[in-house]
């Protein structure tokens, strides 16, 4: 059987994701966000075309790098307002029995001991279909707005990182035995207090003694999630994440980083399977390549190229106000998204970009490829980046809300699974035994060093 295509639908709790401006456009729900209808529906549609999982970003700050100020963002809704990712997962769980949800939490803003409980719940309440996608952040806004005087510098967040995970994989993994839960109304027992620990985390940057207040959930520690790309990224990635995601604007971009990470993952004792990886991708898809070209030309008169970089500036850390817009960008090491600074100056030497190219590129999804075409132009180059950047799919951002995941779904999944690289029902059970086949980490990950 030809390898499986897996997708992930990206979206935000907010109105501009990654295509800045095309909420404006007349079909474009986007400004409907804060309504559960909005959620619902996207739910509903996404469970239609088996739609692995909804990867729900999220940050805690303000785009306030470009022109030194927030105005940009907030008059262009650049990822702001941003409402609560958590809270509209519930609903989407009770209308749909599969779709997985990754869900965006930076661990530098909530200690440990309630972050695992919050997940714990979700994990419930969804029947084991909750991931987390680890981020440290990289706004300094989000860190200002937490009381700080502004991040930790970029390797100390992962450090930091390395001590929360274990503080977590510890209340998620080794406080309540597998049988502790007796619920044993007939002798007045809910559970077996000899089975459940006190667990004594004593980090670096983390204390926790406490046991998990949470019973065990469906999956225990969440599917681990993880996008970061820089060295010391990639380094964590391979130590934890079973789903990584990247972002690149080309195949050779894409694939060093993916081939960096898998050979860390086996150097660190994993399996290098064991990791399935995401690129970010945005389609603009219709029944002929001629009407996706129209549509691709009518949503170029809704972006806004002010707003794109008001949002590179954010990820990147450099106000490309400031730089000529027609001189090719250099690498400066900033406290933001390292990687998103590095792909569009040393990953691919044969390429330079200049702020105007750049404002172009990701005025329609972000930092990621954007392919137009048919349902079967689209599905060529899908089956032409799984074979030509070694990923195991794609992270499906949107240009217009729900439209291109309608297209997705309706027009180039069934497309897809004509040619046999598409499922064609979801697998039973949970998230993570629908992607892996297994209920729980695999005695090669850190969180199963922790049981007991
Ligand atoms: C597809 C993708 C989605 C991301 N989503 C978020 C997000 O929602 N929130 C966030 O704080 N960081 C997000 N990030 C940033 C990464 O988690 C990470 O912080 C970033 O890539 C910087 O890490 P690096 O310097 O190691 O590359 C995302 C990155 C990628 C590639």
């Excluded at 963002?73 to 650049?78: C, D, I, S, Y």
């Amino acid at each position: 059987m030809p390898k499986q295509i897996r997708l992930n639908a990206f979206d935000m709790n907010c109105i501009g994701h990654q295509s800045p401006g095309l909420w404006t456009h007349p079909r474009d729900r986007a400004a409907t966000y804060n309504t559960l209808e909005y959620w619902l529906n996207l739910a509903k549609t996404l469970e239609r075309g088996l739609i692995d999982a909804l990867f729900l970003a999220d940050v805690l700050g303000i785009y306030d790098v470009y022109k030194g100020g927030p105005q940009t963002a907030l008059e262009h809704a650049v990822q702001v307002p941003v409402n609560d990712p958590l809270m509209v997962i519930p609903a989407m769980a009770t209308v749909t029995e599969h779709l997985g949800f990754g869900v965006t939490c930076a661990l530098s803003y909530e200690h440990p001991y309630p972050f695992a409980r919050r997940m714990s719940t979700l994990d419930h309440l969804t029947k084991g279909r909750i991931g987390w996608n680890i981020v440290t952040g990289y706004l300094e806004s989000a860190a200002r707005g937490m009381g700080m005087a502004g991040q930790a510098a970029h390797d100390d967040r992962y450090a930091i990182a390395e001590d929360y995970m274990q503080a977590t994989y510890k209340l998620w993994e080794a406080s309540w035995e597998d049988d502790a839960v007796l619920r044993d109304k007939a002798g007045r027992r809910f559970a077996d207090s000899g089975k459940i620990h006190r667990i004594e985390h004593d980090g670096p940057h983390f204390k926790v003694d406490a046991i998990h207040l949470c019973e065990p959930s469906p999956q225990r520690t969440p599917v681990l999630y993880q996008a970061g790309a820089s060295t010391r990224g990639r380094q964590f990635a391979a130590d934890h994440a079973e789903c990584v995601f990247i972002n690149g604007p080309s195949q050779k971009v894409v694939k060093d980083i993916a081939t960096d990470i898998r050979a860390r993952a086996v150097k660190t004792g994993r399996d290098a399977n064991d990791l399935s990886i995401f690129t970010l991708m945005t389609v603009i898809a219709a029944p002929t390549r001629e009407e996706a070209q129209a549509k691709y030309a009518d949503y170029l008169n809704y972006i806004s190229e002010d707003a794109a970089l008001a949002l590179m500036s954010g990820w990147t850390g450099v106000d490309f106000a400031a730089l000529p817009p027609d001189e090719p960008i250099r690498f400066t090491e900033r406290n933001a998204m390292t990687s998103a600074l590095e792909s569009f100056t040393t990953a691919d030497p044969n390429r330079s970009w200049t702020p105007r190219e750049i404002a172009r590129h990701a005025a329609i999804g972000g930092r990621g490829p954007v392919a137009i075409g048919s349902y079967a132009d689209i599905a060529d180059i899908f089956q032409d980046w799984m074979e030509n950047a070694a990923v195991d799919g794609f992270n499906l951002a949107y240009a217009v809300t729900p439209e291109t995941f309608e297209d997705i779904v309706d027009g180039v999944i069934p497309e897809l699974q004509r040619r046999g690289v598409y499922k064609t029902a979801y697998a039973p059970g949970t998230l993570r035994e629908k992607l892996t086949g297994r209920p729980r980490l695999p005695a090669s990950h850190p969180a199963a060093r922790v049981r007991r």
